[in-house]
C-alpha cells in the first residue's frame, strides 16, 4: 500500500501563496488517483481538490476555483497543490489521499484508503 507524506504547510500573511507537496512512496503513484482534503479547527474533513492518475481528469471546490490547482508529476511521485491568494478561511490541516480507483478524480472521501499525516496552513490576516 502506498505511503504517503505531505510538506508545504506554514503561517502565511493573507494574500499570499504556498504550494503543498504529497510524495508517495512504498508503490507506484500513477496507480492512484489522489486527492487533497482540508479540515478546519472544529469542522469537519472535506474535499478541496482531487486528480486522476495521469493528470487529464481533476475535480476542484467550486469556491476554491480561481486561487488553488491541482497537479502531478508521476515521476517525482508527487502531486502538489497551488494555493494562490489565501485567506484566513484557507486556514486548517491539509491532507492528501490515494484511490486505488484512479480512472476518475473522486471527491467522495470514502474512495480514498491511504492517507498522509497532514500539513498545516495558517492564514493571518
Known amino acids: 500500500q502506498v505511503q504517503l507524506v505531505e510538506s508545504g504547510g506554514g503561517l502565511v500573511q493573507a494574500g499570499t501563496s504556498l504550494r503543498l507537496s504529497c510524495v508517495a512512496s512504498g508503490d507506484i503513484l500513477s496507480n492512484y488517483a489522489v486527492a487533497w482534503f482540508r479540515q478546519a479547527p472544529g469542522l469537519g474533513r472535506e474535499i478541496v481538490a482531487a486528480?486522476?492518475?495521469?493528470?487529464?481528469?481533476?475535480f476542484l471546490t467550486d469556491s476554491l476555483k480561481g486561487r488553488f490547482t491541482i497537479s502531478r508529476d508521476n515521476a517525482k511521485q508527487t502531486v502538489y497543490l497551488q494555493m494562490n491568494s489565501l485567506n484566513s478561511e484557507d486556514t486548517a490541516d491539509y491532507y492528501c489521499?490515494?484511490?486505488?480507483?484512479?480512472?476518475?478524480?473522486?471527491?467522495?472521501?470514502?474512495?480514498?484508503?491511504?492517507w498522509g499525516q497532514g500539513t498545516q496552513v495558517t492564514v493571518s490576516s
Open positions: 486528480i486522476n492518475w495521469s493528470g487529464d481528469r481533476t
Open positions: 489521499a490515494a484511490n486505488p480507483r484512479r480512472i476518475g478524480a473522486s471527491r467522495v472521501i470514502s474512495d480514498y484508503n491511504s
